[in-house]
């Protein structure tokens, strides 16, 4: 029997203002497509009376160019209001794979039964991708703002690897809600009209792309290039207004989803699915970066899943996660273990409630339900054959210098627990450095500053109390970087809650100054916390004479610190001095901006030479970022010859800066490593097992 939708107060009345706001651009955008259309009419009839003016031999041959000359604007106007304006947006699938209900039976009865269930349209078409989602898109263009195109539906098989049954099918029935939006008849445009908008005015990409193919055209060109800047910021100015109000919306049909999808499986399974996807998705991405950092070594894999459920299990081992059928148990209280945060706002411009809203709305509902704990896969026919053919499609565009060599689910293993031992802390000191930096002291007046109320052994140090105080002031600080926001207007807010009160946002400068206070007060505890602690390894390093080699680590990790913080000014500064190479720009602009770049580059050098010279940073640097350091400072580079850009040598400059940040970034985490590992050989001199 199908279940009829309801739809909330709420939910209408956001429904109605985003229909107006859509409505307001529509009438925008058709009256700059009528005046484009305008202009170009005009410039073919000046064309005619162009022609119509030549008085005779002499003048003919000017006035015939002048023809040509408007002609042409004309045309390539005309081609770009086309192009730009009539643009169909399509989504790459050359990741995915169709299947249909001949390919996977019991996934095609699965969802078959889910939109009967909900009595609305079955998918157009059914994908499945790598990762770790699901989602509802459509092919459309400029006709889809009058005419819906119907909903395909993808499933990334990184869910299907992370899921029990149950779960899957609150995650379909939740895309499944957005397919049941529809019966509200025009609001079930919204969506479709808010994605061919943003796409046509924030794909800064293809934008780009379109206005290089014409700058070809020569000096005319630049008639269309400032033309469409014009367009665009229209536009742009229209579509805030729809955004904001589509954003607040998007939010509301999340919440529908979300009940639509517990109403199908409970909410039980709901809020375990929503749970698990953030663990999920963050094994996933390790798994993208190892492997992305393996392309020098043509590494890749057969079967990626075997590997993403080893790292998803191993994280959640990490924290002493519950398991059931091998599945790592998620709560609310783990996802917000470490968040100390007061401070509540609405998020207008995000489109997405946050998880615990959403699982606070899910509980709210209490909709019980059959919980089974089996595996999703148990709806996925010939499971490994498909497996290795959707990781395929995930290597096949990346940029191998040779053959690819496979690396095995044990190798992979043996290099993922090297990784983990060369980055993780020692378990037995909790949470308590992951979060933060080590507070810089003076090392010789702090041996020298004895205090009676300094620790006496490691467990006292690493207590429940001192680690509740870090997370406190964690919380607290990022607290007061949202409130400054607010005060400054970057953040556009009317109304905020802190601790259980609710505040104007001109009352966030007068709040922000009062946890400073705080803020300083529990900086200065931990503080006197760091150096007690030094003080305890330092006591036990001397009865083996170790306390120099603890003093110098210490210094080596304060300094590496402060260097950080150079490094990432320089580096944030490159990547700023180097975006007007990704747009237009006469040539005249580009000399101007190389002559800005070349400046900020030479600082950016400096600092890879010294990548090269210092021991800190060389024993942490493979042979293949040794190469490339090398190959970038063998040079002083020539981006643009008055005409062109060289593109091999923006290459350079470009993995440079990637291994820079790579290279720079750990560096202070590698020597604090070091130094814990180094307190640990002093705890255990002490007390030998």
């Known amino acids: 029997m199908s279940k ?101 039976s019991k996934l095609f009865k699965l969802i078959e039964s889910i939109s009967k269930e909900l009595n609305t349209n079955f998918p157009q078409k059914v994908y499945l991708g790598a990762g770790v989602e699901a989602m509802v898109f459509y ?30 099918k609150t995650i379909i029935a939740h895309e499944f809600g957005h397919f049941t939006q529809r019966s509200l008849n025009v609001y079930s445009y919204i969506y479709i009209e808010n994605q061919i908008i943003y796409k046509m005015l924030m794909d800064e990409a293809f934008y780009q792309y379109l206005i290089l193919e014409f700058s070809k055209l020569g000096g005319f060109s630049w ?59 963050d094994a996933f991405h390790y798994l993208w970066q190892f492997y992305y950092g393996k392309i020098s070594e043509n590494l890749k894999t057969e079967n990626v899943y075997p590997q993403h459920k ?15 059928n091998s599945i790592p148990q998620m709560s609310k209280e783990i996802l917000s273990g470490f968040n100390r945060s007061k401070l509540v706002i609405e998020n207008q411009w995000a489109s997405h409630p946050s998880v615990e809203d959403r699982v606070k709305r899910l509980e709210e509902l209490n909709i019980e339900s059959e919980v089974s704990h089996e595996s999703a ?24 210098s040779d053959t690819p060599v496979n690396l095995s689910y044990e190798d992979f293993e043996q290099k993922y627990m090297e990784e983990v031992h060369k980055s993780q802390y020692d378990e037995r000191y909790s949470y308590f450095y992951k979060y933060r930096t080590i507070s810089n002291f003076d090392l010789k007046l702090t041996i020298d500053d004895q205090e009676i109320n300094d620790f006496k052994n490691f467990d006292e140090i690493y207590c429940e109390e001192n680690l509740n105080l870090i997370y406190q002031f964690t919380g607290l600080t990022n607290d007061i970087r949202t409130l400054d926001s607010i005060s400054k207007g970057e953040i556009e807010i009317d109304i905020f809650e802190y601790d259980g009160a609710k505040y104007k946002s001109k009352q966030s400068n007068e709040l922000c100054e009062r946890l400073k206070k705080v803020h300083e007060k529990i900086h200065n505890q931990i503080v006197e916390l760091d150096k007690k602690v030094f003080r305890f390894f330092h006591s036990l390093a001397k009865v083996n ?59 950016f050098r400096e600092r890879v030479k010294k990548l090269l010279s210092e021991g800190n940073y060389l024993e942490r640097i493979t042979d293949n970022q040794k190469e490339i350091l090398q190959n970038y400072l063998s040079e002083d580079h020539i981006y643009f010859d008055g005409e062109n850009y060289d593109q091999d040598a923006l290459k350079i400059m470009e993995e440079m800066i990637f291994q820079f940040y790579e290279i720079c970034s750990g560096a202070p985490d590698y020597e604090l490593k070091k130094l814990l590992d180094f307190q640990i050989e002093i705890l255990e001199n002490k007390n030998p097992v």
């Open 4 to 104: 009829q939708q309801s739809y909330p107060g709420k939910y209408r009345a956001q429904a109605i203002r985003s229909v107006f706001a859509i409505i307001f651009f529509i009438l925008i955008y058709l009256l700059v497509l009528i005046l484009s259309f305008a202009i170009v009419s005009f410039l073919f009839y000046s064309s005619v009376l162009v022609l119509k003016a030549a008085l005779g031999p002499r003048s003919v041959f000017l006035y015939f160019f002048a023809f040509v000359i408007i002609v042409v604007v004309a045309i390539s106007l005309l081609i770009f209001i086309f192009l730009f304006f009539f643009r169909k947006q399509t989504i790459d699938r050359s990741g995915w794979i169709e299947i249909t209900g001949q390919t996977q």
């Open 139 to 168: 092919d459309s263009n400029f006709r889809n703002l009058f005419i819906p195109s119907k909903e395909n539906l993808m499933i990334g098989l990184g869910l299907v690897n992370s899921m029990t049954d149950c779960e899957l």
């Open 223 to 281: 008639i269309v290039i400032y033309y469409s800047r014009f367009v665009r910021w229209i536009l742009r100015m229209a579509y805030n207004i729809v955004s904001k109000s589509y954003m607040a919306l998007s939010r509301e049909l999340e919440f529908h989803a979300d009940e639509v999808s517990a109403g199908i499986g409970g909410s039980a399974p709901a809020i375990s699915a929503l749970l698990r996807a953030g663990l999920a998705a």
């Open 310 to 324: 080893f790292v998803m299990n191993r994280i959640a081992k990490e924290h002493s996660l519950k398991f059931i």
């Open 377 to 400: 896969w148990n709806f996925i026919i010939n499971k490994e054959e498909l497996q290795k053919e959707i990781t395929e499609r995930l290597f096949k565009n990346w940029q191998f």
């Open 545 to 603: 004479s170790m306390q120099e080699e603890l003093i110098r680590k210490y210094e080596t990790y304060f300094y590496m610190v402060e260097e950080d913080k150079l490094n990432l000014k320089v580096y944030l500064e490159m990547i700023d001095v180097i975006q007007f190479i990704y747009r237009i720009h006469s040539f005249n602009q580009i000399k101007i901006k190389m002559t800005d770049m070349k400046e900020k580059e030479n600082e």
